[in-house]
């Protein structure tokens, strides 16, 4: 594998955890990572809790919309990460490039119970949480794991 290695990050609506993640690669990996983000029912929108969360970070979402995981089987990648439950258990094996796929389940902030106050809580939680994961993926050395390797490594970072 080598660099830029393509990260495609899914959720269920595309709407808020796999549009953070990929705000938050796009950030933080610099040139060496093309981070890109779908949904397996594409709400067609960014949610205004994600909006919100990032933009507290000073995470630009400059440049993403809301897609469905399908426009983009063809599209080779190296790496996809589900960040939902619901899209951990319906994508399909087979993709283009055949790339690593790990599931770093997330809450959705979206759909959680609670107030506004406790929807944004998560939201910067959810925020927080993928900084720190994301943050382990850019320090992993992916030129130089093999395939297992990096598959371990990469789902053993929700787990620390």
Do not use: Y
Not at 29 to 37: E, P, T, V, Y
């Amino acid at each position: 594998m080598r660099a830029p290695f393509r990260v495609l990050f899914i959720c269920t609506a595309n709407a808020c955890r796999s549009q953070m993640a990929e705000a938050v690669l796009r950030h933080l990996g610099g040139q060496r990572f093309l981070a890109g983000s779908a949904g397996i029912c594409p709400m067609g929108q960014i949610h205004p809790l994600a909006m919100e969360a990032l933009r507290r970070r000073g995470l630009s979402l400059a440049g993403q919309s809301s897609k469905g995981f399908e426009d983009l089987l063809e599209v080779e990648q190296d790496i996809i990460i589900t960040v939902c439950d619901a899209a951990a258990c319906v994508i399909p094996r087979q993709w283009a490039g055949n790339p690593i796929v790990v599931h770093w389940g997330l809450p959705d902030p979206v759909t959680a119970p609670g107030t506004l106050a406790e929807k944004h809580a998560l939201a910067d939680k959810t925020v927080d949480t993928l900084v720190r994961w994301i943050g382990r993926l850019i320090e992993l050395r992916l030129e130089d794991l093999g395939r297992t390797e990096l598959e371990r490594e990469l789902n053993t970072i929700p787990r620390l």
